[in-house]
């Protein structure tokens, strides 16, 4: 893997981005933001869930206004983590108009192509610029394909038209964006923000461009990267997509902050852009945020469900154990667990992991071995509830046996 070196390390909110840092996950809200209850109610959800940072809406002088309360009853419930302010079309006016948001965010998030046009365009840009300046506030340029400067985008692609050799149209669409980036980053330092407050973006909702664009913008500047597929869409489509463009990048060393942008089921969870986000660093070994546990996929051996039933309440009672497990052990997080459905597979990758079960495909012996660091210290048999308790169990007692308590000051 090629590693991007050299890039200024950005504190938000006294969380390092870039400079050596690990790769950060950012998440943000789908509520009203000027519903403060919902907003503090979902931001906590999503900090519990692993969210490092989580970006909330300012679109209005009512949201402008909620935002130093959304930040008090999270600190006074113990959730100190930085809150960045998304701005579009308005965010000079409301950042100069409620100063008291513009001192409680950790970072603003601007967007070149949503500020305005021409003078007006560059009036505005510089007054968020400036109240980050003097704020001392880290700023994330975002440059979205879907709403890039239309004039200058048009003027390339005439350009391009007239040329001898003309490119593609998405070769000009992709240069756009990387010199409205580079230009804005340009003009943001000449106002007095300093480099290290600049973290950048450039996102497109093709895997394959985003990968060109990134590439692209790695080599001609210094500044972190927030990585992630926009508009990414919904369920497994907006995963695979996402972690398409992302692993290829991040494989490269590229990208600071991610955010898998899913579309949430109605009524969904919006934690699962957080797991997905977490499972994509932790597939790279990037980082480690949870146990890990491997299912068999099954096959004509293993009609029966019970192994798949059992994989589902292992990853269920995992993840409720998780928090009480890290106030107590070091590095659980590092466990690695298996759940296997029939003979082939199952005693191999269950001695493979720290421990394993298993279970008996069809015309199969009905006892389930479970191994523990390649040993069998176990065979399990009786109705589905009497395994999985006992097996449940029998990894509560591994992570207490073999990994060091915490030491309490």
């Keep these: 893997m090629t590693t991007r070196k050299h890039t200024f390390p950005v504190s938000v909110g006294g969380l390092q ?7 950060r996950i950012q998440a943000m809200t789908n509520t009203d933001t000027c519903d403060i209850d919902a907003t503090v109610s979902q931001t906590k959800a999503l900090a519990d869930a692993g ?12 949201a402008a206004q909620a935002v130093p309360e959304i930040n008090r009853q999270l600190q006074d419930a113990g959730y100190d983590l930085p809150l960045i302010g998304d701005f579009h079309y308005n965010g000079h006016a409301l950042l ?10 950790a970072k603003y998030r601007i967007n070149p192509g949503n500020v305005g046009r021409g003078a007006t365009r560059d009036e505005r840009f510089a007054t968020i610029c400036a109240i980050a300046r003097d704020h001392d506030k880290a700023v994330r340029i975002g440059v979205n394909a879907g709403s890039l400067d239309q004039t200058r985008l048009q003027q390339a692609l005439a350009e391009n038209a007239a040329a001898a050799t003309p490119v593609s149209s998405d070769a000009v669409l992709n240069d756009c964006m990387i010199q409205s980036a580079l230009h804005a980053t340009e003009a943001a330092i000449a106002i007095g923000l300093s480099e290290n407050r600049i973290v950048l973006s450039c996102k497109s909702s093709r895997p394959k461009s985003l990968i060109t664009l990134y590439r692209t913008l790695a080599k001609h500047t210094r500044q972190p990267l927030h990585l992630g597929l926009t508009e ?7 995963m695979i997509w996402s972690a398409a463009a992302m692993s290829v990048l991040l494989e490269e060393g590229i990208g600071d902050t991610i955010r898998v942008s899913l579309t949430p089921q109605p009524g969904g969870d919006r934690c699962e852009e957080v797991y997905a986000a977490q499972e994509l660093l ?11 546990v491997t299912a068999c996929p099954g096959c004509g051996r293993t009609s029966s469900t019970t192994f798949q039933t059992l994989a589902a309440d292992t990853e269920a009672y995992i993840r409720r154990r998780l928090p009480a497990w890290r106030a107590q052990f070091d590095g659980v997080e590092q466990l690695h667990v298996a759940v296997m459905g029939c003979i082939v597979n199952g005693p191999g990758e269950s001695r493979a992991a720290n421990i394993g079960i298993s279970l008996p495909g069809n015309h199969e012996t009905p006892v389930c071995p479970v191994y523990a660091d390649g040993t069998k210290i176990a065979s399990l048999q009786g109705t589905e509830t009497a395994i999985s308790t006992a097996f449940f169990e029998l990894i509560d007692r591994y992570v207490a046996d073999h990994y060091p308590a915490i030491k309490r000051d």
């Design 17 to 23: 981005l870039g400079g050596g840092a690990p790769v």
């Design 51 to 62: 969210a490092e940072m989580v970006r909330i809406t300012v679109n209005t002088e009512e």
């Design 96 to 105: 100069r108009h409620h100063p008291q948001c513009a001192a409680t965010l």
């Design 232 to 238: 990414a869409g919904m369920g497994m489509k907006g």
């Design 282 to 292: 932790q597939a790279l070994d990037l980082r480690q945020f949870a146990p890990v």
